[in-house]
């Protein structure tokens, strides 16, 4: 298991400036967890998967011992079997969407080694001034999405321009395209490649609340009219069926809830992280399609490769003393407005320059590609389109 930590002394660069072969997960910056050598990433707070499916078994597990079990008496023999087969097999299912919603890629872009080429380079020092010019970066750049205007943000942590909808999370440390929200439930980023399995995640549970609700009342009724009785003697003759009405009443306020909020979300296809920061019911949202085509994005489209080999081999190289670049660079050119502060991502400028993976990642293709299934018309405003990956600084400004 692999998480934030340090790599192990095995894991070490040997010196000398050797190299020595090892996995992408064990170098990973972000604050993922990783099982079965990097097959399945999990959210530092990957823990609370455990609570979830606590809250989902234990409720079966009453139902199947003390309520489940008596309606085999009160139903034709294949029908009782019936009625528990189809919740433990709803179990199941719901429990599966969970893991497969917590433990699998979310859509983590990679970070760069370095940050893209700067445009310009600040000439205000004075001539014969011993400090070196700064190169700067601005903070936003702007790309048309169906012929609208949609600024990208330069992200300090990853060095890169986020795509349209990406967003940096700062519990898992990693920019998420289309990033919906960091669910505590299921602990894992909510993003474009695990969307999908956590709403039906969220809708097969609140199916479940109301089938064990459902069933309680069933039973409940059956007693009132073997036994001649009312139905609240009947439910005082049944403890179990009491304790699972309140507790599933409860639940699908809360995942009902959910299944709601997030039906309207796909509809008008936006995020949860968009609806609360933008507001799109008072502006114009860009990438509403119609109804059909929202749902279809969400359910009937292939679901787009993980961007990262958790299992790759990378080398890890000793690092070269003596590289100081002829121009120092400035990581925040700009003084940051409240906007510029997203997901809690406080880290200071110069950590953040320091952050350091290997491999890269050109976002101008990615950025090309997302537009054009908008009808983007690949424009880049407020800088050419190279500034838009993490391409490498020019050699005349390292040594």
Request: net charge positive.
């Amino acid at each position: 298991m692999y998480g934030v930590h340090p790599p192990k002394k095995s894991d070490e660069v040997v010196a000398g400036g050797k190299t020595e072969v090892i996995r992408t997960y064990q170098t990973w910056k972000g604050s993922n967890i990783f099982f079965l050598g990097g097959r399945f990433i999990f959210g530092p707070d990957f823990k609370s998967v455990f609570l979830s499916m606590f809250l989902i078994i234990a409720p079966v597990a009453v139902f199947c011992a003390f309520v489940g079990r008596k309606l085999l008496d009160h139903f034709p023999h294949h029908l009782g079997i019936l009625i528990m087969a189809i919740l433990i097999a709803f179990t199941i299912y719901s429990v599966s969407l969970l893991v497969i919603t917590s433990g699998r890629d979310p859509g983590i872009i990679p970070r760069n080694t370095h940050p893209p080429e700067p445009e310009t380079m600040d000439q205000s020092l004075e001539i014969g001034s011993s400090q070196t010019p700064q190169l700067r970066l601005p903070r936003f750049k702007e790309v048309i999405v169906n012929g609208m205007t949609v600024k990208v943000k330069y992200c300090d942590t990853c060095m890169l321009y986020r795509p349209p909808r990406c967003s940096h999370c700062s519990i898992c440390d990693n920019c998420v395209q289309r990033f919906d929200h960091h669910c505590p439930w299921v602990g894992q980023c909510i993003g474009l490649r695990n969307y999908r399995f956590f709403f039906m995640f969220v809708s097969s549970a609140t199916l479940l609340c109301v089938y064990v609700f459902s069933f309680c009342w069933v039973y409940a009724i059956k007693i009132m009219k073997s036994e001649d009785v009312s139905i609240w003697k009947a439910l005082i003759k049944t403890p179990a069926s009491i304790v699972l009405i309140i507790y599933t009443f409860i639940c699908v306020w809360f995942v009902g809830g959910l299944t709601v909020f997030h039906l309207y979300l796909i509809s008008t296809n936006q995020s949860t992280y968009e609806n609360f920061r933008y507001r799109y019911d008072r502006t114009e949202n860009p990438y509403n399609r119609g109804v059909f085509e929202n749902f279809k994005e969400v359910f009937w489209t292939s679901i787009p490769p993980s961007k990262n080999d958790f299992r790759a081999v990378v080398e890890r190289e000793a690092e070269m003393l003596g590289r100081t670049p002829r121009g120092s660079f400035v990581n925040s050119n700009v003084e940051k407005t409240p906007s510029d502060v997203e997901m809690g991502n406080n880290r200071k400028p110069m950590e953040r320059f320091d952050r350091r993976r290997s491999g890269s990642w050109d976002l101008a293709s990615d950025i090309g590609s997302f537009g054009s299934g908008y009808g983007e018309s690949n424009r880049i405003m407020g800088g050419s389109s190279g500034s838009l990956g993490g391409g490498a600084l020019t050699s005349q400004n390292r040594q």
